[in-house]
């Protein structure tokens, strides 16, 4: 009898770690989320990074109270690269800014891979009736979410729009 101990299941394990290995991680082929809150309207697909220089990025917030329009400084997002948004707030209906929000925050997330941003950025009014907020960091390709969350009292709301980085 040997003084080792064998594993027959060692060998087989790590066999399936080479071969997950590679969709592991980010930067997967993953299709985006569909259905759900989206800004997207329902059945378009995302805007690229070419539609992005042409729109802005708009949705409604999750209850209907209000509006996002989402515009890139300078036409567009590159990737790897601080960037700036303006986001207007606009009343449903009236397509007038808000000027009563309360608290507004804004974030960006990759839901596939399950992370966001490697930065904060924050909210500032910008003089003309908007908030800018500058940073942003899209570190890679692929399908993002901005999410602009709205506090009122103890209600928050959020309103979220799709947006599809490539190269």
């Keep these: 009898m040997s003084n080792s101990i064998r ?5 087989s ?3 399936v770690l080479l071969a997950i290995a590679p969709l592991a991680g980010c930067g997967g082929e993953e299709e985006p989320p569909t259905g759900g809150p989206s800004g997207a309207a329902a059945g378009a ?6 539609e992005a220089d042409q729109v802005s990025l708009a949705a ?18 590159p990737l790897n690269e ?18 009563d929000y309360g ?16 930065r904060d950025v924050e909210l500032v009014p910008n003089g003309e009736g908007a908030l800018r907020a500058e940073g942003l960091l899209f570190h890679m390709i692929g399908h993002w979410e901005f999410h602009v969350d709205m506090t009122r009292g103890l209600r928050t709301e ?10």
Aim: no cysteine; aromatic share 8%; charged share 15%.
């Design 7 to 11: 594993r027959p299941y060692a060998a």
């Design 13 to 15: 394990f790590a066999w």
């Design 45 to 50: 697909a995302a805007p690229s990074l070419a």
């Design 60 to 77: 409604s917030s999750a209850r209907g109270n209000f509006q996002i329009r989402i515009r890139p400084e300078g036409g567009s997002i």
């Design 82 to 99: 601080p960037f700036a948004v303006i986001v207007d707030l606009i009343a449903p209906g009236t397509g007038d800014r808000l000027e």
């Design 103 to 118: 608290s507004v925050t804004l974030d960006a997330r990759m839901p596939a891979h399950g992370h966001g941003m490697l």
């Design 158 to 167: 959020r309103a979220q729009v799709s947006y599809e980085l490539t190269l």
